[in-house]
């Protein structure tokens, strides 16, 4: 008996006794027929869905482009009155791909983040709420940013200073270069105005909202100023 215990568990399938073995065969033909036909189905199976799952998954890890834009000189901007700039945020599809901009030169006296930011020598704020994404309105006389949909306001730095904003008003990189001012892509922050990758309307920045609303792996990371457009031509120059 215990002779018949060791053929049994023999690698080979002729000591296995199993019916048309070869000798030094260790893996029976049923083994090896189901083996390759599951190969082969998962295969045909692989060809069919990796290339939908790549045509639905890949624009989430493609970087939306950017340029940077030119939005005048530095002569254009004070430090204490909000200039509106329209910019192109998508090309090509008209006015849907238009952002609206209020731009104004960095105030030392209550701008004191970033003092030595080569990026941030321009306060860019974007025009869209951070509630839900309405078109916020900047009313002079009261220095502050109101929006029409369910009163969110901002005081003059683009902080929430009522309503149901969750955080500040998004800003964009700007950058000035051989007499001109440009602004680049947008980029959010919390409410001490510390900077993080652009976020959604409603999607908070303080605390752990940082983690449960990360950034989208599409949103532009801070450009590289290798690209800038070439200033305008003036006639007859
Ligand atoms: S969308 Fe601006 S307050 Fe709601």
Known sequence: MPADRHKKSSKYTIDRGMPGAFE????????????????AGGLAAAAFTLPALAFA?????????FEWQIIGTPADFTETQYDAKVLTIVDGIGEAGKALAYVRKRNPAIDNIG???????YIALSSR???????????????????????????????????????PLDRFYTFEHDGYVYIGPRYSVNSELQRFSPRDP????????????????????????NNLPLPPTIPGS
């Open 129 to 167: 709420c951070a509630h839900l994404g309405c078109s916020v309105r900047y009313v002079e006389a009261a220095e502050r940013f109101v929006c029409p949909c369910h009163g969110g306001v901002y005081n003059f730095r683009g902080q929430v200073a009522g309503g149901p904003p969750v955080r």
């Open 202 to 225: 409603a999607e908070p920045l303080d605390g752990i909202g940082q983690y449960l609303y990360p950034s989208r792996f599409d949103t532009s990371v801070r450009p590289p100023t």
């Open 24 to 39: 030094g065969e260790t893996v029976t033909r049923r083994a090896f027929m189901n083996v390759t036909a599951q190969t």
């Open 57 to 65: 998954l890949g624009p989430i890890f493609k970087r939306v482009p």
């Open 115 to 121: 003092t030595q930011d080569k990026f941030n020598q």
